[in-house]
């Protein structure tokens, strides 16, 4: 297994670690543009060997990572795809899929994005561990290979990551809501607070750590940040003025002194934060599940997107084709009793046959 990884920074170099590290017979090739960052990836153990160029990292590969801020993807994974072999799966790490899923159609790109990350950027930071329990986002279009799919979730497995396929223009909206809108109002607040104090003259008093909590990602790295917030600019700014309407209306409860509404108010917030955390935590036995299918495009993608929208996890899952090409099986790994009782009624619903393994 040769993996390139186009730029090693935190999210490229921990990649390249945990691969190196996880995947029996991993082989990584490490590209970028800084010569400093590939010698500190050689040095940390992140990359196997530095390629010169993106064509030379993509020789004989057979899955390719494009980690670049998300204003540079779509002309990183271009690159990518054009240097690619015909059975190498190109896949990204942006936080926002659809600016480059818009930008092309090839069947061997699968966008993706991991859900972790660290305070401090950079491949001196990079850890194997990264991504031990962590969602990894997959977005796979209606053209995307089954068979690159498969070995792109074999690999997000291997990396200690926990694969969850969606379609990207959901994908954006869902990020805009729990990602990029807390960002912004954590730059509000900091903001809004350093006016008042200077305004009073006081210091930032030495309580409130709810303060702290809830500015922690103010300001954060404005060479990621700024194509975030380009890139995604719609959803985000839709989810803005949803917020700023739920803000209006409590502050009409704050002035109409409404006891009980405000408390109905609080604790209705407290309820959405128990289910919000409780759906992290689903788990129980494994259940594998066999599909029959048709082999043609897009296949993979439907069963894994359907499952995915449903909130069913795939733990693992296998390609069986038949002799003949023209018809085949999936197998897929479902962690739970009720999440597979779901996948199957789902899978049903897909018109495929599906039976549960005994």
């Not at 950027?121 to 990894?136: C, K, N, T, Y």
């Not at 990396?159 to 960002?183: K, Y």
Request: glycine letters at 12%; hydrophobic letters at 50%.
């Amino acid at each position: 297994m040769r993996i390139a990884v186009l730029g090693v920074g935190l999210i490229g170099g921990s990649i390249g670690l945990a691969a190196r590290e996880r995947i029996d017979g991993a082989e990584v090739v490490g590209y970028d543009a800084r010569e400093s960052a590939l010698a500190a990836a050689r040095e940390r153990g992140a990359i196997d060997r530095a390629a010169g160029s993106v064509g030379e990292a993509l020789e004989g590969a057979d899955a390719c990572f494009a980690c670049a801020p998300v204003g540079a993807l779509p002309a990183l994974v271009a690159d990518a795809l054009a240097a690619a072999g015909g059975d190498c799966v190109v896949s990204d790490v942006g936080s926002v899929k659809g600016v480059v899923a818009d930008a092309t159609s090839d069947p061997r790109f699968i966008g993706g994005h991991p859900l972790a990350g660290a305070e401090s950027a950079g491949v001196e930071h990079a850890r194997a561990d990264l991504f031990d329990a962590a969602s990894w986002y997959l977005t796979p279009g209606e053209r995307s290979s089954g068979i690159l799919y498969e070995r792109l979730h074999g690999i997000v497995v291997g990396l200690g990551a926990q694969p969850v396929a969606i379609d990207a223009a959901t994908h954006d909206r869902l990020l805009a809501t729990v990602s990029h809108l807390p960002h912004v109002l954590a730059n509000v607040l900091v903001s809004q607070a350093a006016r008042a104090l200077a305004g009073e003259g006081e210091a930032l008093p030495r309580v409130g750590p709810s303060f702290r909590d809830a500015t922690r990602v103010a300001g954060a790295n404005p060479d990621i940040w700024t194509d975030i917030y380009l890139a995604n600019g719609e959803a985000i700014a839709a989810q803005l003025d949803e917020a700023a309407d739920r803000l209006h209306a409590v502050a009409e409860l704050l002035r109409a002194r409404d006891a009980g509404a405000i408390e109905t108010w609080n604790e209705a917030a407290r309820a959405d934060r128990r289910r919000l955390l409780e759906a992290d935590l689903a788990g129980g036995p494994v259940h594998e599940l066999r599909i029959s299918v048709p082999n043609r495009p897009g296949i993979v993608a439907s069963v894994a997107l359907s499952l995915g929208k449903a909130g069913v996890n795939i733990v693992d899952m296998a390609l069986s084709p038949a002799p003949d090409m023209r018809s085949g099986q999936m197998a897929l790994w479902i962690a739970g009793d009720d999440a597979a009782a779901r996948a199957e009624e789902l899978i049903g619903e897909l018109g495929f046959p599906v039976t549960r393994a005994s």
